[in-house]
């Protein structure tokens, strides 16, 4: 794994560019997308870029990682929501080409064929990860097999503490989610993954210094061939 250290500000134009290069060389790439907090300077980026003409999303297919049980792609702490407002609706994307993991209705239906879809469509080329403090990529939570494909997943008390932020109540946080597996994640050709603040700092460390475990989800990037991690000096600071 590489590591780059930088501010937010710059890993998130470094990420930017990476999925710019990606989509100049390979118009029709298949792109790996993720919600939070971490990737929004990156997507804001990353429609600059759109908006100046250096690079056309058209032709782009994508894919997110997760999507909260029981909202309507409608409810603004949606996945869905969260990607068209602060990436798909900036971009010349075509909307029929993103894929994000449903979360009601036939949502066991959707699930159970995604991987299937992602490589019906040649599988990801790029993808981006956040952390969560608990060392999840996704919504894999500790104890996750390494094997894991698409499923439902409990969240944990932690990531439900951490996502609270975002509601008005803490009891309205969804319980459960889609999510790709950790073997859904490992099968995209190139992963970057970005992590900022102290929060993230315990994550950071077991990731790039803790032994390869089940009990640490991240742990399973250690083995895979092209993985950077972007990281504030925060985020490393167990590290350094
Ligand atoms: C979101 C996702 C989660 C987040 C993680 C960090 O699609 O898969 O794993 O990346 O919870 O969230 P933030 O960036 O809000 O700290």
Do not use: W
């Not at 980026?45 to 297919?61: C, L, P, Q, T, Y």
């Not at 999507?67 to 900036?90: A, C, P, V, W």
């Not at 439902?152 to 309205?172: P, Y």
């Not at 993230?200 to 895979?224: D, R």
Request: aromatic share 8%; proline share 3%.
């Amino acid at each position: 794994m590489k590591v780059v250290v930088g501010t937010n500000e710059e890993i998130s134009k470094l990420i930017a560019e990476e999925f710019i290069k990606q989509v100049q060389k390979k118009p029709n790439s298949v792109l790996g997308l993720a919600t939070g907090t971490s990737p929004i300077e990156v997507y804001a980026n990353m429609i600059k870029a759109n908006k100046e003409g250096r690079v056309s999303f058209k032709d782009v297919a994508t894919f997110n990682l997760d999507e909260y049980i029981g909202l309507e792609g409608t409810h603004d702490q949606s996945y869905r929501y969260f990607m068209n407002k602060y990436l798909f609706d900036g971009l010349d994307i075509d909307k029929a080409r993103t894929h994000v993991l449903k979360g009601v209705g036939d949502y066991l239906a959707y699930a159970n064929q995604y991987d299937a879809l992602i490589a019906s469509f040649g599988g990801i080329d790029l993808q981006i990860l956040g952390i969560g403090s608990d060392g999840h990529i996704a919504f894999n939570e500790p104890g996750t097999p390494f094997d894991s494909l698409t499923h439902v997943a409990e969240l944990t008390e932690q990531t439900i503490k951490d996502n609270s932020r975002l509601f008005n109540d803490i009891s309205e946080v969804p319980t459960k989610a889609v999510t790709m597996g950790l073997k859904s994640i490992m099968n995209a050709r190139k992963i970057v993954l970005i992590a900022t603040g102290k929060n993230k700092a315990q994550a950071i460390y077991n990731l790039l210094k803790g032994p390869m475990t089940e009990e640490v989800p991240c742990s399973i990037l250690q083995k895979h061939p092209d993985c950077t991690i972007y990281v504030d000096e925060d985020a490393y600071s167990l590290v350094k």
